[in-house]
């Protein structure tokens, strides 16, 4: 079934009831895949239940604020808050506090979303970045699942709201660079340059970290 049309009827089907209004249950398999011509609303949906999965598999043991933001609906505008995600036993549940919109998603194992054991292995290093860079960095990488699996471990800090962090080997962090270098390469737009430059920045400091130690 189309995942809108699903998710209509879902609310419409449990009005009475407020829980069941604002939830969403997705099958990944029945998402359309990244490279889909759809309409926007199909894709935001479509790339909202992929980054809560990426983010739900790839370090399990973590239930809280991701750094996925809620599509919901906050009057005219998109709510934007983070949702919390975990792996329950029906499959990844994610919820918002602060529009109360939640889901749960399923069909998502064995999947390219599906980041099970990709957590860090050896010795890691911190780095922090904000929610813009992230957007680029993911909208970068729809098709590389290796570089997606770094992004997708940013978790809010404690309290900078802006701020997001994530552990990863000087290696991959590395190789975030490198694809940084090719943005760089890509574009002329100052502000983006201005981005991409701050991102290296935050990069190269997170790596020298390492050696300082
Ligand atoms: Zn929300």
Not at 143 to 161: D, G, K, M, T, V
Request: charged share 25%; glycine share 8%.
């Amino acid at each position: 079934m189309d995942p809108e049309l699903c998710g209509r009827l879902t609310r419409a089907a449990g009005h009475a009831c407020l829980r069941s209004v604002r939830t969403w249950t997705t099958d990944l398999r029945h998402m359309p895949p990244p490279s889909a011509a759809v309409p926007a609303i199909a894709r935001e949906r479509a790339d909202f239940t992929r980054e809560v999965v990426e983010a739900a598999t790839v370090d399990p043991a973590v239930v809280g604020l991701s750094a996925v933001a809620c599509i919901g609906r906050a009057g005219r505008q998109r709510c934007r808050s983070r949702v919390r995600v975990g792996i329950g036993t029906e499959g990844i549940e994610w919820s918002c506090d602060a529009c109360g919109e939640s889901g749960l998603v399923t069909g998502f194992a064995g999947t390219e979303s599906d980041f099970t054991g990709q957590g860090p292995r050896g010795r890691t290093v911190v780095w922090g970045f904000e929610d813009d860079e992230r957007k680029v960095l993911i909208a970068a990488t729809t098709n590389a699942p290796a570089l997606r699996a770094i992004f997708a471990r940013a978790r809010p800090h404690a309290e900078l709201p802006g701020l997001l962090l994530l552990k990863a080997t000087v290696k991959e962090l590395d190789e975030v660079y490198t694809l940084v270098e090719e943005l760089t390469d890509a574009t002329r737009s100052r502000k983006r340059l201005d981005l991409l430059d701050g991102l290296r920045a935050s990069l190269c400091s997170s790596m020298d970290s390492d050696v300082m130690r």
